[in-house]
């Protein structure tokens, strides 16, 4: 698919808006992966060389924005944890209000725009106005930034399942529950305020204290750096390291498979490899 329908938006210039009615839009939800420019995709790479203005987040990669969007204003709507310099609903009106004016628009955003992205409240937006909206996939942070630190989310006889969950409020005792019973990894965005109620929780739920835990802070930049821990010093090794956001948590024997040489590796790599013979 490609990055922009040929809508005649493309027909639209200044001096013609006018002379007759404005085309509207369109708007194109840009997913800009976990922050490096390489992980952009090409569809967004062709939407943002296209774009009139584009209004981008703090997590979406953006020292390169001058030159891939050369013609297009660029507009920080800068979202940071616990402050919003311009609200959601702000954000909505500066998308619609440019679309309408016959702007192409693209809303680019951190990593992908459907994982907690509110991607979806910004489609709503568009089509309750009439706008014409794409949205182009983004590689997401969730998978992108535990690769980034050496560490998979699956391997065969260790893990066959990933949940990723949002650590924006704290877990209900049954979604506990639930992701103890349901042994997958745990990978956890905007997790570092909520740990003590997840370590607490899945502790008080029956997961092993030894339950290895990874936090990746600022994936993808110069200082990206990885702190490992288990589920019962978690805590307090994430205080003594003066731990960030934005992170991403990993919980789970995956971990461990980032660490070669780690004797608890070698076996856990060992039995995995028992189970890979048996078919
Ligand atoms: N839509 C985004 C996630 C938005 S929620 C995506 O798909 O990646 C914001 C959270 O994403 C942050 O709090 C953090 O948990 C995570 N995150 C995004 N980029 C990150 C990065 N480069 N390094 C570490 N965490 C990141």
Do not use: W
């Not at 955003?109 to 014409?132: M, Q, T, W």
Request: aromatic share 2%.
């Amino acid at each position: 698919m490609t990055a922009q329908s040929s809508r005649t938006a493309g027909s639209v210039s200044s001096s013609s808006v006018a002379a007759g009615p404005v085309t509207t839009g369109p708007v194109t939800l840009v997913g800009g992966g976990p922050g490096a420019a390489e992980l952009l995709t090409v569809a967004a790479v062709t939407a943002l060389a296209q774009a009139d203005v584009v209004l981008f987040d703090r997590l979406a990669p953006s020292d390169d924005l001058a030159s891939l969007a050369p013609q297009a204003t660029l507009i920080d709507v800068g979202k940071r944890a616990g402050s919003h310099p311009v609200s959601q609903t702000g954000i909505e009106e500066l998308m619609v209000e440019h679309a309408l004016a016959g702007k192409r628009v693209v809303r680019l955003k951190g990593g992908d725009p459907y994982v907690f992205g509110r991607g979806s409240e910004e489609v709503l937006a568009c089509h309750r106005n009439g706008i014409a909206v794409t949205v182009i996939s983004g590689v997401t942070s969730a998978l992108a930034v535990p690769a980034a630190a050496g560490i998979p989310l699956t391997h065969r006889g260790i893990s066959h399942a990933f949940t990723v969950i949002s650590g924006h409020a704290p877990l209900t005792d049954n979604e506990l529950e639930g992701l103890t019973l349901l042994g997958s990894t745990i990978v956890v965005l905007m997790g570092v305020g909520t740990l003590p109620t997840l370590s607490q929780g899945l502790l008080r739920h029956g997961m092993s204290a030894e339950m290895p835990v990874a936090i990746i802070e600022r994936g993808f930049s110069a200082t990206q750096r990885t702190t490992v821990s288990t589920l019962s010093a978690v805590l307090a090794d994430a205080a003594a390291a003066s731990v960030r956001s934005p992170a991403v948590l990993v919980v789970g024997e995956v971990v461990r498979l980032a660490y070669s040489g780690d004797a608890a590796a070698e076996d856990l790599v060992a039995r995995a490899a028992e189970f890979a013979g048996t078919d």
